[in-house]
């Protein structure tokens, strides 16, 4: 049997270690990509149900809707960015999340429209 080359001895633990070290980046990169998208789908949800809940309310006016959108958003863990009413239609924006893994979305609710009629100038606006 040949003798191994002193140069080689310990390698394998390099190698080791640096596959570890690059399915721990690959890890870290897969955890923050689920986060991302975790925070994506929880500012829809709350877009998609204050907008339903200002889009019930519109008959009460502007601000009362808002205020539902509000507390609807706040209850689903997300802040309502932006609230308006275009007739019977609702616009808002919530968003989730702070820094790197901050996201915002907007959602419309309200009854269907013709089809080709163009949206009317918003009524009115409230942050």
């Known amino acids: 049997m040949k003798?191994?080359?002193?140069a080689d001895r310990g390698s394998a633990?390099?190698?080791?270690?640096?596959?570890?070290?690059v399915l721990c980046v690959v890890f870290g990169v897969v955890l923050a990509l689920g986060q991302a998208?975790?925070?994506?789908h929880r500012a829809a949800g709350g877009a998609d149900l204050a907008a339903l809940a200002a889009a019930d309310h519109w008959a009460e006016g502007p601000a009362v809707a808002c205020e539902r959108a509000q507390k609807v958003a706040r209850a689903q863990g997300t802040r309502l960015v932006r609230c308006a009413l275009v007739g019977d239609v609702s616009d808002v924006s919530a968003?989730?999340?702070?820094?790197p893994f901050a996201a915002e979305v907007r959602a419309r609710a309200g009854p269907p429209s013709p089809?080709?009629?163009?949206?009317?100038a918003p009524r009115a606006a409230v942050p």
């Open 3 to 6: 003798p191994r080359p002193a």
């Open 13 to 21: 633990t390099v190698w080791t270690v640096a596959v570890v070290a």
């Open 37 to 40: 998208v975790v925070t994506r």
């Open 95 to 99: 968003a989730a999340g702070r820094g």
């Open 115 to 120: 089809s080709g009629s163009p949206s009317p």
